[in-house]
């Protein structure tokens, strides 16, 4: 989907299972590569486990103690961290320019098994945690505290949506447009499948312009 859009595709050939160490590093290295006065946009895509702010790496170690689960917060990414290598002056070539990041990772452990449970719990907005720091969009899989869930052959009900919203209507609506439209599919998910659980995506955004793509298979 990614180079249809005509972007170019950061590929090393390295194993996806990354330690916290491997991740931290293959991030600062593709922020500096994303950092080039070439690229007018670089798209950030992560999809591990995690929870609310932090995403579990291979080593992450995590423990279940009274139906609850815990984890070493020293081996986890930090979502903000991820955020901060492509803003500011470790990114300057990067100011004015689109930055959007998607987190296919749970935020928490609540589930929407009963769909009862529909309301949306208030959020802390991590925008407003980077006030003053333009042309940002974020987008979750789901709503902060919730978990994520993927179908057994079909994947991430999330990024399966991206891709084929993406497809359909990169050629004629801009981005914000179209993660209105992933929403809307992911939540239907469940109703076309028979799946007894709902997930509600999650975009914030401080992008100043609207943002269309020219891709190369409309």
């Known amino acids: 989907m990614l180079q249809g859009l005509n972007f170019e595709i950061y590929d090393k050939e390295v194993p996806c299972d990354h330690t916290k160490k491997e991740l931290e590093n293959e991030i600062t290295e593709f922020a500096r590569l994303a950092g080039g006065s070439k690229f007018s946009c670089c798209f950030v895509l992560v999809m591990t486990h995690g929870t609310k702010g932090v995403l579990f790496a291979n080593d992450t170690k995590i423990w279940k103690k009274k139906n609850r689960n815990y984890f070493n917060y020293s081996n986890s990414?930090?979502?903000?961290?991820?955020?901060?290598?492509?803003?500011?002056?470790?990114?300057?070539?990067?100011?004015?320019?689109?930055?959007?990041?998607?987190?296919?990772?749970?935020?928490?452990?609540k589930s929407y098994s009963d769909r009862a449970e529909m309301s949306r719990d208030q959020s802390q907005s991590l925008i407003d945690r980077l006030h003053g720091h333009s042309d940002i969009l974020i987008a979750y899989s789901t709503i902060s505290d919730y978990e994520a869930y993927r179908d057994e052959n079909h994947g991430s009900w999330f990024v399966q949506s991206v891709i084929e919203v993406f497809n359909e209507h990169a050629s004629s609506e801009d981005l914000l447009s179209m993660l209105t439209e992933v929403i809307r599919r992911v939540q239907e998910h469940a109703n076309k499948t028979g799946a007894p659980k709902i997930m509600v995506p999650e975009f914030q955004s401080t992008l100043r312009k609207k943002l269309y793509f020219k891709p190369s298979f409309d």
């Open 77 to 109: 990414v930090d979502i903000n961290w991820i955020i901060e290598q492509f803003i500011g002056e470790k990114a300057p070539n990067l100011k004015g320019k689109p930055k959007l990041f998607f987190f296919q990772a749970c935020r928490g452990e």
